[in-house]
């Protein structure tokens, strides 16, 4: 009796504490609720988006560069992996919606294989000023689903993201992101709350990032030929994680046209702990207000490595983007 009794009071807890353990590997492994590993033309860049404007994936990436644009957007790697935004100019500043879902199996971890499944929404805000814009992304995790080998565990909570774009030339922009910028508990924001109780705070994540026009419109060199150049570059860590290494990633977007893109970039990313490094390609193509995206992206974790985007974007919205 007294051994049977011991083996269900162990069992018990082993099973208490494995989700509050295997989720919080998952951020150390760069697994994280809020993942904005979305958009054909950012993944086909390296995912070094914080500081290229005239995209609506700003909403993701950093809210702020989303000042004054227009535009609709649906990308997808298959059908558990997808997203949609829209972007809509007001008087008072521009409004963004986005909707993530995503999906991923089978993920090593220190308890054991784990998959992972959840979706997001969220609403930003940007403001513009003469040099600057500031923006803000309220981020709601709708559906959090974690499988251990012992359990199933579902969560949910809420999030606030901090940016800021600088554009102090015409071909030169500076970006800042503060994702998951509210500490555990802040106004019951900050944290995952799993149903059997337990909760876990969101890393904080500091992006900052660059992006360059060597020629083409309004670039550096300001000529034209051959064509448009877009050179980009993040930088990524946790203030959180003392232990997370900083990510890099870059990219390049040449366009002999206003109507072909091509594209090609560096991506990093956790994985079991270490950083994997990934040789992202991609290309586009501008046509009477739609833009058609594909991407190939090794680096993802969740889905396959092949990305698909089509966007609409307005006439007017399209004029304000040849200024920039």
Known sequence: MNRSLTRMIFAAVLAAITPAAVSAALSDYGVNAFDISVGARPLGMGGAFTAVVQDGNAVFYNPAAQAGLGEIS?????????????????????????????????????????????????????????????????????????????????????????????????????????????????????????????????????????????????????????????????????????????????GAEWSPNESLFLRTGIDQRLSVKTVETGLTLGAGFIFNGWRLDAAMNPSITTGGSLVFSASYVPEESAGKRKKR
Do not use: C
């Open 74 to 250: 649906f990308s997808f790697r298959d059908a558990k992996n997808l997203s949609i935004l829209q972007v809509y100019p007001t008087d008072i500043g521009t409004i963004g919606f986005g909707l993530v879902s995503r999906s991923f199996k089978d993920l090593s971890t220190p308890g054991g294989l784990v998959s992972n499944s959840n979706s997001y929404g969220t609403i930003t805000y940007a403001k513009e000023f003469p040099g600057y814009s500031i923006g803000a992304g309220l981020k709601l995790l709708l559906n959090e689903e974690l499988q251990t080998p012992v359990s199933v565990q579902n969560g949910s909570g809420w999030d606030l993201d901090l940016s800021v774009l600088a554009f102090p030339n015409s071909w030169l922009s500076l970006g800042a992101v503060l994702q998951n910028a509210l500490p555990k508990g802040a106004m019951g924001g900050g944290s995952i709350v799993w149903n059997s109780g337990d909760s876990e705070g969101i890393p904080l994540v500091v992006r900052g990032g660059t992006s360059a026009r060597v020629f083409g419109d309004s670039s550096y060199l300001g000529y034209s030929y051959p064509g448009s150049l877009l050179l980009a570059a993040d930088l990524e860590g946790s203030i959180s994680s003392g232990t997370r290494p900083l990510i890099l990633h870059a």
